[in-house]
């Protein structure tokens, strides 16, 4: 084993290490802390390097390296299987690709070289190296658009129908000038012109598409605050007629003398009105989040679950993040901190903070069962029986759509606590 080849093979894992990182963060959302990583990496390049080196010429060295690979991504990364040996898999596809091109590209540039002059000639070794990892790195970062894009294609017949048309006048295109490229100038003036029409063509649909995004999702944003505002109006007006019901009452026991009565019927009544005389709630200043959150204090009083509440800072703008997507990730929050609390002490505890550069939000409830912390946002995974479970793997594919959002979960000491912060961008 040579150390050329050696330091040349680690090299290469390293970067597929990288490579492996990037899809499990950009692609399938997985949460990973800065020594994690680090550690992988270096585990996975000398396991690697050491192998491939070992077994430079053997015909099961694929097949080691893929489960060498995809145990150590599952152990280190903590990742679900199948995503291990999928990432590894792309990795090695592409990687295949790339080695099918090199003896062409090295054919062409070096006609009647052999395959053991190219191993032989540690520059070469190197320069078909990066240029298999230049493919690599092209076809990772390619991954997470085309997903995007299918999804898109799932949603939007016209966008489909659009993705269909293109391709086939590049095709029908690409075919005529291959047919008429010995012909006169007049056929590929008329191929040009049919190319640049077309790409006009494309691009005011784009523009037009776009702009119906943009409108749909303003509506959408729209819509969802007058429907948050609405709801905490309403709520505001039905304490304002209680409280006039409920002095009318206090009034009358107070002019029939019945001090005991009264004593109770007062003591209820602070019970009763307690999520609209927290002044802590009304320092929000973001009609949305203020809506979710009255919205939820009442469903906890509903539910006899008392919530202690702290805000420090307006809360006004939440820049970076749409608020209909962090309103429902606070909804499922608040939903499961008050029906876990229901079984237990019946106190739920938010605490919400406003720096120059961030915004950070926790609920935290007493946990009666604790919870599997590796399996709490796999879908359909509860502590509280079947057919349910899907609220925190919903609210995990929400947040994985920001880079500037840390989603911290812990347990201790039977405490439950979802964190959120998001930096200001």
């Known amino acids: 084993m040579k150390v050329e080849t050696l330091l040349i093979n680690t090299g290469s894992a390293f970067l597929a290490s990288l490579y492996v990182i990037y899809y499990h963060s950009a692609v399938s959302g997985l949460r990973m802390s800065r020594s994690q990583k680090v550690s992988f990496s270096v585990v996975f390049a000398l396991l690697n390097g050491f192998i491939s080196s070992i077994m430079q010429v053997s015909v099961y060295k694929p097949l080691v390296l893929i489960a060498l690979s995809t145990s150590i991504i599952a152990v280190l990364l903590k990742a679900p299987v199948i995503q291990a040996f999928l990432s590894f898999s792309i990795y090695t596809v592409a990687s295949a690709i ?46 997470k658009p085309v997903i995007d894009y299918t999804k898109l294609l799932s949603r939007d017949k016209f966008l489909l129908v659009l993705t269909v048309a293109t391709i086939l006048v590049i095709t029908s295109t ?105 002044t802590q709630i009304y320092s929000i200043r973001n009609a949305a989040l203020f809506g979710i959150l009255s919205s939820k204090v009442s469903l906890a009083h509903e539910k006899g679950v008392s919530v202690n509440m702290t805000v420090t800072g307006e809360l006004e703008n939440i820049p970076g993040v749409r608020i209909s997507d962090f309103c429902e990730v606070i909804g499922i929050f608040l939903d499961n901190a008050i029906e876990e609390a229901v079984q237990s002490d019946r106190v739920i505890n938010i605490d919400m903070r406003e720096g120059n550069n961030f915004i950070e939000m926790s609920i935290s409830n007493t946990c009666k069962t604790p919870p599997d912390m590796q399996m709490l946002a796999a879908d359909g995974y509860s502590t509280k029986g079947e057919g349910r479970g899907m609220g925190l793997a919903i609210t995990k594919n929400i947040l994985s759509r920001y880079k500037n959002i840390l989603h911290v979960t812990t347990y201790e000491d039977n405490i439950f606590t979802q964190t959120i912060e998001i930096l200001k961008t």
Request: aromatic letters at 12%; charged letters at 20%; a neutral charge.
């Open 98 to 143: 790339g080695n099918s091109l090199v003896p062409i590209l090295i054919k062409l540039a070096y006609p009647g070289m052999t395959v053991e002059e190219v191993l032989s000639d540690p520059l070469l070794v190197i320069g078909a190296n990066v240029f298999v990892n230049l493919l690599v790195f092209l076809l990772f970062l390619l991954i």
């Open 174 to 278: 690409f075919a005529m000038y291959l047919y008429t490229r010995t012909l006169d100038m007049t056929a590929c003036l008329i191929i040009a012109s049919i190319s640049i029409s077309y790409c006009v063509f494309i691009i005011l649909m784009w523009i037009s598409t776009l702009r119906k995004v943009i409108r749909d999702e303003d509506l959408k944003q729209q819509k969802f605050y007058n429907e948050s505002l609405r709801s905490t109006l309403f709520e505001l007006r039905r304490f304002r007629h209680d409280w006039v019901n409920n002095l009318t009452v206090i009034d009358s026991m107070l002019k029939m003398n019945k001090i005991n009565e009264l004593k109770q019927y007062v003591s209820e009544l602070i019970g009763h009105c307690w999520a609209h005389t927290n």
